[in-house]
């Protein structure tokens, strides 16, 4: 895993190779391990790279990286996971043994298309064909991988983050109200937008083609066609065929995704999916696998206990790492220059964690991430999916008039009824949950029940006057959804939003910015496509998700160890803001720091006192202006 970045001179002049020098710089972190430059003045390009030494450690594995023929010139982030398979069928002599090798001769070979359609992994890269003087951009198929680019004034740039580009010098870099205003409610900025009007992010699944007259954006694999082609040849063989197959798959990619030439681990949490990917690593290796997990001492948010009784059973060697509040905090002041653009899903906080724990003593680690999305795990799949069969029975007035009713009273009230009801029956913040879901009973469809429930600031125009949000995500993506279960739409959407922008970034900048690469064996394209050929009354019955993950995981873990409620990954920032972070969040939302009227200084401090006096809906958006306003004092 790399970081890359380059420069195409359209018009006018530079000097490219220092600005290739300064965007490389920026991004360091990425790849430790050594740097690499390519210029070719005569066409104004410059390729840069910086390199995590994952496959092949020589010399023959530095980059940029230019092919036999010399014809393609390529900066690749990134590992295949099939480069066995690619690398026979050209049948060739190779210089070395990595991956990008095979990628750059696929290309001269194939195509562009023609490796993108045999490319088995994660991955973001930037080939330039000296002969047609063409620039091709890609990236990974459910955007593991970042990719950022820009065109303006005679100027092509692209990066691994938006750092670099700022490096380069003399681009144009606008802060975004309406990306802001995207920020609020999804505590991320959504793809393609970024925070600055004048970049864009290449999106899942897409390659961009650039030369001296035009950019072209094209889409070689699609989620929703994959989606919808996989529920019509619905797969409605017997269960445990269905374990069977979908056990040998995932063996598979675990297998692939443990080849390294480095120390690898995985980290483990405990849970369905962290679990499995672990069982199936331990099954493959000849040795203990190494596993990492961090605690808390707030019981609440520990989960440290879970992941050392199943490491405990399948024999891995595990590290644990129980931290303070003071430990997590210290973090906070640093989250800004990690994530480089705005992002606020405060389970960034255990994530960069848990990454320099395992950093300590491996250089790849193995995740679970994927698994919600993919098997169907989330708890609001089932609820949208009944509240809206239940909303169809009856009038919106009625529905609205419940909804009222039931926010009547609070979350705590709420919390004090469901005291005595079995633990397995009652959520985490079960009054919070009860007037969330009392909250979707006013909206019309599954759709815009998903939307409020994914609306971590359901009005962000409110605290951003003049400002008007940009079409929303969810609403373009709807036509993409038609067709399919409601189950299956919410999938879908997730993992053509939530997980590529939330998830995956998150995971991404973590393990980036302490030199460790992160592998998702769960979001191998083929597992993926397996998925969707699955029924969703399989996926989820008897209100239990990912019922297929579960099976294959029952043959190496006793249920008991992993059937608990779903805790995430979450850490009490709500209280932490109300003590020892007080301080820090008075400064941020001073009227000072708030001067420039991008926000409505007095609508966000009403905001911030009602989360003080007790308002838990309000912790994800006091907490997404506070990491704005960080990123935006660390950037200016």
């Known amino acids: 895993m790399c970081g890359i970045a380059g420069l195409w001179q359209l018009a006018g002049s530079r000097d490219l190779a220092a600005q290739s020098r300064a965007m490389t710089k920026a991004i360091a972190a990425r790849g430790p391990d050594g740097e690499g430059h390519w210029t070719d003045a005569a066409a104004g390009i410059t390729l840069g790279h910086r390199r995590l030494a994952i496959i092949d450690l020589s010399p023959t594995g530095f980059q940029p990286m230019t092919s036999a023929d010399g014809r393609i010139v390529i900066t690749y982030n990134g590992e295949l996971y099939n480069r066995a398979e690619m690398a026979a069928e050209l049948d060739r002599p190779w210089r070395g043994t990595s991956d990008t090798e095979v990628l750059v001769e696929t290309i001269a070979r194939y195509g562009i298309d023609g490796a993108l359609a045999r490319a088995n992994g994660l991955f973001a890269f930037a080939a330039f064909d000296r002969t047609t003087r063409t620039l091709h951009l890609a990236r990974d198929r459910l955007g593991i991988k970042p990719l950022y680019w820009t065109r303006q004034n005679g100027l092509f740039g692209f990066a691994s983050e938006l750092k670099a580009l700022r490096a380069a010098g003399g681009l144009a870099l606008t802060l975004d109200p309406g990306a802001v205003a995207s920020y609020l409610r999804y505590l991320c900025v959504p793809a393609p937008r970024t925070i600055f009007r004048e970049v864009e992010k290449l999106a899942p699944g897409h390659r961009l083609e650039v030369n001296a007259a035009n950019v072209a954006v094209r889409r070689y694999w699609d989620v929703a066609d994959v989606a919808w082609r996989g529920q019509q040849a619905c797969d409605r063989r017997a269960e445990p065929d269905i374990v069977e197959e979908l056990h040998a798959l995932l063996a598979d990619a675990v297998k692939r995704q443990m080849v390294s030439d480095v120390p690898l681990g995985a980290f483990l949490s405990g849970g369905i999916d962290s679990s499995t990917v672990v069982a199936l690593m331990q099954r493959a290796a000849s040795r203990p696998v190494k596993t990492f997990s961090i605690g808390f001492r707030e019981q609440a948010f520990n989960e440290a206990d879970h992941a050392k009784a199943v490491a405990r059973h399948l024999g891995t060697d595990h590290t644990e790492l129980v931290l303070s509040a003071a430990d997590a905090q210290a973090i906070i002041p640093e989250l800004p220059a990690i994530y480089d653009e705005p992002f606020a899903d405060s389970s960034q906080i255990p994530t960069c964690l848990v990454s320099r724990l395992a950093r300590r003593h491996v250089t790849v680690a193995l995740s679970g991430d994927g698994g919600d999305e993919i098997f169907g795990g989330y708890v609001r799949y089932q609820g949208i999916a009944r509240l809206a069969g239940a909303a169809r029975c009856l009038p919106r007035p009625l529905r609205r ?236």
Request: charged content about 25%; some cysteine.
């Open 401 to 636: 008039l419940a909804a009222r009713s039931i926010e009547l009273i609070s979350a705590d009230a709420w919390d004090m009824l469901a005291r005595p009801l079995p633990q397995r029956f009652k959520p985490r913040h079960a009054g919070d949950k009860i007037r969330k879901g009392a909250a979707l009973l006013g909206e019309d469809d599954a759709l815009d029940m998903y939307r409020r429930v994914v609306s971590h600031t359901p009005r962000p125009g409110c605290f951003l006057p003049g400002v008007s949000e940009p079409a929303d995500v969810i609403a373009r993506l709807r036509g993409e959804t038609a067709g399919l279960d409601t189950v299956s739409q919410l999938r879908l959407l997730d993992m053509m939003t939530y997980l590529p922008d939330d998830v995956l970034t998150k995971v991404d900048r973590a393990s980036m910015a302490v030199g460790l690469e992160a592998r998702v064996p769960l979001l191998d394209h083929r597992v993926v496509e397996f998925a969707w050929r699955l029924p969703s009354d399989l996926l989820i019955a008897n209100r239990e998700g990912k019922r297929p993950l579960r099976a294959v995981l029952a043959r190496y873990v006793p249920k008991s160890l992993v059937d608990r409620p779903k805790m995430g990954f979450g850490i009490p920032v709500g209280e932490w803001i109300k003590g020892p972070l007080r301080p820090w969040a008075e400064d941020l939302l001073s009227p000072a720091a708030l001067a420039d009227g991008l926000f409505d200084h007095a609508a966000v401090r009403r905001w911030f006192a009602e989360f003080l006096a007790g308002r838990r809906d309000a912790q994800h958006g006091v907490w997404a202006v506070l990491q704005f306003q960080a990123w935006r004092r660390a950037y200016g």
